[in-house]
């Protein structure tokens, strides 16, 4: 049985180290067990972890490196496992990043944590980091037995975190109060449902009326410094990180506290918008048991046609590795 209070997180890279220290700082739980196949790095990070719980602004919560079996009372996952694009070849002239390339030795890893993972329990609900992203969520809910509400990717989750850091930067206030989503791929094919789109109300129609920014608002070049966040932070420091560990540990508040909360997650769709066999980022209620709801949000045709091209491209990256559902070698 799982408990209330304990997290699991698999991978101990920049990401995995990145999401400790973040789920220590929100005092998320009161048990944090890590696992890496590199048995010394878990177990050093779990230490270096544990020296900061006595401090006085700190709960003391237990930190500690582990198997798998430490997964069979958790109550969240988090999978941070998987190589980086730095692992791959350089790219070529003209080439860009793209999260995709990663999917083959990926698949590889996910399918060893799933095994892993599924021997030990079928009830904590899992949030998925490793990229790409849309494809181990996919692959790891649908040939593993798992709960299908119970796996979810982070999808577009930093996407929406960097648009409204950036979006608030234009008009110059807090980014709390951006209200709207990146949706679809978690990928260079995410895009921002401006339709959706306020700020503490206010429609994007009025936003340059009510908050006069120094130059008017221009959605392409927001949307474009969205997508190309990730390759601005690779190029300056080698990796991301502290982004996504952001994004995962506020997915794992609400499943921990069972909020309820409306987050830009991804799951695999079952004939929203006429799309299903894939998994991408729309609205979810997130609760204690995992995705509750999925919302096919009122789109505007230019919206619903991005929406349909992500799920192309990813269909079509399931397709060519032979993990779409119904068509494994």
Same mark, same amino acid.
């Given at each position: 049985m799982s408990t209330k209070n304990k997290l699991v997180?698999?991978?101990?890279?920049?990401?995995?180290? #990145?999401? !400790?220290?973040?789920?220590?700082?929100?005092?998320?739980?009161? %048990?944090?067990?890590?696992?890496d196949v590199d048995k010394k790095r878990a177990y050093g990070e779990a230490l270096d972890a544990s020296h900061s719980t006595p401090c006085n602004?700190?709960?003391?919560?237990?930190v500690y490196s582990g198997g798998y079996e430490e997964c069979r009372d958790a109550k969240v996952i988090v999978i941070a496992a998987g190589f980086a694009g730095r692992s791959l070849p350089p790219l070529k002239p003209g080439e860009t990043r793209d999260r995709l390339r990663l999917a083959e030795r990926n698949i590889k890893v996910v399918h060893d944590v799933m095994t892993s993972i599924t021997r030990y329990t079928k009830e904590a609900v899992i949030i998925m980091i490793s990229n790409p992203l849309d494809i181990t969520t996919y692959y $790891?809910?649908?040939?593993?037995?798992?709960? !299908?509400?119970?796996?979810?990717?982070?999808?577009?989750?930093? %996407?929406? !975190?960097?648009?409204?850091?950036?979006?608030?930067?234009?008009?110059?206030?807090?980014?709390?109060?951006v209200n709207g989503f990146m949706l679809g791929e978690h990928g260079k094919s995410a895009f921002v449902a401006w339709s959706l789109t306020s700020i503490s109300g206010i429609p994007i129609q009025q936003f340059d009326d009510y908050y006069q920014p120094k130059k008017l608002?221009?959605?392409? $070049?927001? $949307?474009? %410094?969205?997508?190309? #966040? #990730?390759?601005?932070?690779?190029?300056?420091?080698?990796?991301?990180?502290?982004g996504i560990a952001m994004g995962a540990c506020r997915i794992a508040k609400a499943v921990l506290f069972n909020e309820r909360?409306? !987050?830009?997650?991804?799951?695999?769709l079952q004939g929203e918008y006429g799309i299903s066999n894939v998994a991408l980022s729309l609205p979810c209620i997130v609760t204690e048991n995992g995705v509750e709801q999925r919302f096919a949000v009122p789109l505007n045709e230019e919206e619903l046609i991005k929406l349909?091209?992500? #799920?192309?491209?990813?269909?079509?990256?399931?397709g060519r590795h032979q993990i779409l559902k119904g068509e494994m070698c």
């Open positions: 997180i698999v991978g101990m890279g920049h990401v995995g180290a #990145a999401v !400790l220290n973040r789920s220590i700082a929100f005092q998320l739980v009161s %048990e944090i067990a890590v696992i602004y700190s709960q003391n919560i237990k $790891a809910a649908n040939f593993f037995d798992y709960p !299908l509400d119970r796996l979810i990717g982070t999808g577009t989750t930093l %996407e929406t !975190l960097r648009f409204q850091r950036i979006l608030a930067d234009h008009y110059q206030i807090d980014g709390k109060n608002l221009d959605r392409d $070049a927001i $949307a474009e %410094e969205v997508i190309r #966040a #990730a390759s601005d932070i690779v190029d300056n420091k080698g990796w991301t990180n502290y909360s409306i !987050l830009p997650v991804s799951t695999t349909k091209k992500s #799920a192309s491209t990813l269909t079509d990256t399931l």
